[in-house]
Nanobody, 125 residues
Framework: VQLVESGGAQVQPGGSLRLSCTASGLTADYYTIGWFRQAPGKEREGVSCIRDSAGRKYYADSVKGRFSISRDNAKNTVYLQMNSLKPEDTAVYYC???????????????????WGQGTQVTVSS
């Protein structure tokens, strides 16, 4: 299994980015993908998650209304659209394959099955 993230960059506050997570070695319709982030000196925290074909989505309170998660099963890719970015969104963002979104909701990083390599998002003027 391999997860490859892309799309991280430096943007100004209020800007937008779209992160992508492309999976290989997973059956497209049956995997659940989450996004975590880790800022310097802080614990890795769950940000968002989308379940398999049921499409259930989760967002942390800190990103609700600003971030949107979606998937394209034909491309084996999950996207995280991030709008109205704030300096506190600065972190390395990781996608992760998990059994269920509760793992992301509780930031239970030790229960993640597979991790991507991470992509840096920096929000500053």
């Amino acid at each position: 299994v391999q997860l490859v993230e892309s799309g991280g960059a430096q943007v100004q506050p209020g800007g937008s980015l779209r992160l992508s997570c492309t999976a290989s070695g997973l059956t497209a319709d049956y995997y659940t993908i989450g996004w975590f982030r880790q800022a310097p000196g802080k614990e890795r925290e769950g940000v968002s998650c989308i379940r398999d074909s049921a499409g259930r989505k989760y967002y942390a309170d800190s990103v609700k209304g600003r971030f949107s998660i979606s998937r394209d099963n034909a491309k084996n890719t999950v996207y995280l659209q991030m709008n109205s970015l704030k300096p506190e969104d600065t972190a390395v963002y990781y996608c992760a394959s998990v059994e269920d979104c509760i793992i992301v909701e509780t930031s239970s990083k030790d229960l993640v099955d597979w991790w991507g390599q991470g992509t840096q998002v920096t929000v500053s003027s």
